[in-house]
């Protein structure tokens, strides 16, 4: 049975995304134009099915409208799942489009930006994998470490983390070459709309957005980096588009611990 979504927010940088105006934008023009989409969705799988067993019990943390559960509910059918974020029209989102499975999945709105958001969803852990869709990105570097340290921890051994994440570009250029990219999907992603926009105009727009001020990019090597200190095993980019890019790591196994 779904659990109303219980709600702990706190003021954050990126509390633009709690405006329900900017989310339906957002959830009709720019998640649906995100490139190469499939592809991220496809290596996260790949990285959830390398642990060589049912998914039993997940956390998407900032889920959004729901597509990474969807994902690996489509796959796991019999999973339980906790989902969180901080924007309530997300999560009510969300809540629409996994009413089919909303027997086995509780909404939480909470802040990664406050401690408490961890108390909040240990008590429903550990959890075999943990996603995260574009989200973390929102917090500044020391806060994303602790973060991903709290990551380790709601994991049960041998379970995933899979950051699916918007990471800074190494120079000015190839920023440009990711611009000129996600421009191109959006203007492409128009197909059967009454009245499509223009490419300038669709530039203009995406240059000017109202969110991309709550954006705190960290080059994903760094983001690596500091999964290896804490102490995940199999720490890699499992794909990179410019800015888009797909990271993560493995709790290890008592018996991995044993033979280091």
């Not at 959830?48 to 489509?74: H, K, Q, W, Y």
């Not at 000017?208 to 960290?218: I, S, V, Y």
Request: net charge negative; aromatic share 10%; proline share 5%.
């Amino acid at each position: 049975m779904t659990d109303a979504p219980e709600t702990t927010i706190v003021d954050s940088s990126a509390a633009v995304w709690k405006k329900a105006s900017l989310v339906e934008s957002y959830l009709k023009r720019v998640r649906a134009g995100v490139p190469l989409a499939e592809a991220q969705l496809d290596v996260m799988m790949r990285v959830i099915e390398g642990r060589g067993a049912p998914v039993e019990n997940f956390l998407d943390m900032g889920c959004g409208d729901g597509i990474l559960a969807a994902t690996i509910l489509s796959e796991y059918p019999e999973a339980s799942g906790v989902l969180v974020d901080f924007s309530t029209p997300m999560i009510q989102a969300a809540l629409r489009n996994l009413k089919v499975y909303s027997h086995a999945l509780h909404f939480t709105t909470v802040d990664f930006g406050e401690p408490s958001w961890y108390d909040t969803v240990a008590a429903r852990g550990p959890f075999d994998v943990i996603v995260s869709g574009y989200a973390i990105h929102h917090q500044p570097d020391a806060k994303k470490q602790q973060i991903f340290m709290d990551i380790f921890d709601l994991l049960a051994p041998g379970g995933v983390f899979v950051n699916m994440e918007h990471v800074a570009s190494p120079t000015p250029w190839v920023e440009s070459l990711h611009d000129a990219m996600f421009i191109d999907s959006l203007w492409a992603g128009q197909i059967g709309e009454d009245e499509p926009k223009s490419r300038a105009e669709i530039a203009t727009e995406y240059h000017n957005r109202e969110d991309k001020a709550a954006n705190r990019l960290t080059a994903v090597d760094h983001q690596c980096w500091w999964l290896k200190q804490i102490g995940f095993q199999d720490v890699d980019c499992y794909f990179k588009a410019f800015e888009l890019a797909v990271f993560g790591g493995r709790r290890p196994e008592p018996s991995d611990e044993d033979s280091d």
